[in-house]
């Protein structure tokens, strides 16, 4: 069974930070384009960062852009998001998404694995 599994998430205080980690089991990561999402209370999903298969492109939201870092470790099967100066508006479930059928990345959706999500609460 094909399966993502976030982890992370925790309660921070505004200016701190979180190292999220989405992690596969069931396949390997090694030829899947990675995203990562976010979903706040009465909002819509956003993209917040991607990553291609081979690591050589990544892409990020104009609202964590220097503040957001994306990487993949394909030998751990593992992608982490390094998220620095969280600010409140940052609080969100963020889940991870997977797809062999995207070239390059891209943060508009189209993934078809999903986590269950994990909750970042940035609030002092």
């Known amino acids: 069974q094909l399966q993502l599994v976030e982890s992370g998430g925790g309660l921070v205080q505004p200016g701190g930070s979180l190292r999220l980690s989405c992690a596969a089991s069931?396949?390997?990561?090694?030829?899947?384009?990675i995203g990562w999402f976010r979903q706040a209370p009465g909002k819509e999903r956003e993209g917040v960062s991607c990553i291609s298969s081979s690591g050589g492109r990544t892409n990020y939201a104009d609202s964590v852009v220097g503040r957001f870092t994306i990487s993949r470790d394909n030998a751990k099967n593992t992608v982490t998001l390094q998220m620095n100066s969280l600010k409140p508006e940052d609080t969100a479930v963020y889940y991870c998404a997977a797809s062999q059928f995207i070239v390059g990345c891209r943060i508009n959706g189209g993934y078809d694995y999903w986590g269950q999500g994990t909750q970042v609460t940035v609030s002092s």
């Open positions: 069931g396949f390997t990561l090694d030829y899947y384009a």
